[in-house]
């Protein structure tokens, strides 16, 4: 029985985790904080992981995975592979990088070579995207963010894709602070 199906029967609280693909402490990682607010006031169980700061190999491409269904590479994937797989709702977030997510959160996705096909399967997903020029540029780091969401089948419940340049840009918008402040109280809410 997957974890999200198991909710509430002997689980209790919701679980939100957010994987922040930026390279500094700016948008992105600030807009994540705000929806993991909203969320823990909404009575959820929340985690916030900073790519920037694990070490985490790139996939060498060995293909072991597919026999063995496990990733042989040690480092701090180890860790955060059972927060994803415990989690119920992933929030993506990642900075626009030429029109695509960033190398930190490519590298993370690259790393779920064994885990794609099942053990993802019927989670949700919030994708969050800052990017300096804003409008249909946003668009490329979000089907950047949904082509892993496809590929694990994992469900998109929300979104924020907001312009923003400098790294302390977003949070004096008190406007999406709010919008990302509900989304993390509804994702929370939600069966
Ligand atoms: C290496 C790099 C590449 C970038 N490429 C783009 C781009 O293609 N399009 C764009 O709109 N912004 C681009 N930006 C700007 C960032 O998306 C923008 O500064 C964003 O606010 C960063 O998010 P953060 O504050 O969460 O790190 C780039 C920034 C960097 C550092």
Redesign the pocket.
């Known amino acids: 029985m997957a974890r999200s199906q198991t909710k509430g029967l002997f689980c209790g609280k919701m679980k939100i985790l957010a994987i922040c693909g930026?390279?500094?402490r700016?948008?992105?990682?600030a807009m994540l904080k705000r929806i993991l607010d909203g969320a823990k006031e909404a009575g959820a169980q929340i985690e916030l992981v900073l790519l920037r700061e694990k070490q985490i190999l790139t996939c060498d491409g060995c293909f072991c995975c597919e026999k063995t269904k496990t990733c042989r590479l040690s480092d701090d994937m180890r860790l955060i592979y059972p927060k994803m797989f415990n989690a119920d709702v992933i929030v993506l977030?990642s900075?626009?990088?030429?029109?695509n997510v960033s190398g930190l959160m490519k590298n993370f996705f690259d790393r779920f070579c064994p885990f794609w096909e099942e053990t993802l399967k019927g989670k949700k997903a919030v994708l969050v995207v800052?990017?300096?020029?804003?409008g249909k540029?946003?668009k490329t780091t979000e089907k950047a963010l949904k082509n892993f969401c496809e590929i694990c089948s994992i469900r998109i419940v929300g979104k924020i894709l907001i312009k923003?340049?400098?790294?302390n840009?977003i949070q004096k918008n008190q406007k999406v602070m709010q919008k990302c402040f509900l989304l993390g109280k509804k994702i929370a809410a939600a069966e």
């Open positions: 930026s390279s500094r700016g948008n992105t990682e977030g900075p626009n990088y030429f029109n800052a990017g300096a020029e804003g540029s946003l923003a340049k400098e790294a840009e």
